[in-house]
């Protein structure tokens, strides 16, 4: 069974930073590519960053580049989100997908086959 499960979420003042995790079934990380995604009220989903399981560099979205980054421990399963320095901006719920083959374009949402529930992010000014 595949499962996602976000946490970590919740409010922040601006130039704070929290680190979201995302706990994955055996069956979810098996699917190797990992990533993160945010969707604030209005807006279309948004790629933030993707891993590939087995090793290589990270795609980070160039809107949180230099901020954010992505990790994973392989023992627990566990893909981590770290956002620093955060702007209202960044507010919205922030998921967890997998997916099982390589994709040209990593942060598209359309490319991903499972998700998790969300985990809200607010950032006040």
């Known amino acids: 069974q595949v499962q996602l499960v976000e946490s970590g979420g919740g409010s922040v003042q601006a130039g704070g930073s929290l680190r979201l995790s995302c706990v994955a079934s055996r069956d979810a990380y098996n699917n190797k590519y990992m990533a993160w995604f945010r969707q604030a009220p209005g807006k279309e989903r948004e790629g933030v960053a993707s891993?590939?399981?087995?090793?290589?560099?990270?795609t980070i979205a160039n809107s949180v580049k230099g901020r954010f980054s992505i990790s994973q421990d392989m023992v627990k399963r566990t893909v981590f989100l770290q956002m620093n320095n955060l702007t209202p901006e960044d507010s919205g719920m922030y998921y967890c997908?997998?997916?099982?083959?390589?994709?040209?374009?990593?942060?598209?949402?359309?490319?991903?086959?499972?998700w998790g529930q969300g985990t809200q992010v607010t950032v006040s000014s």
């Open positions: 891993l590939y399981t087995g090793g290589g560099r990270p």
């Open positions: 997908a997998s997916r099982k083959v390589w994709a040209e374009r990593p942060l598209r949402a359309d490319v991903y086959d499972y």
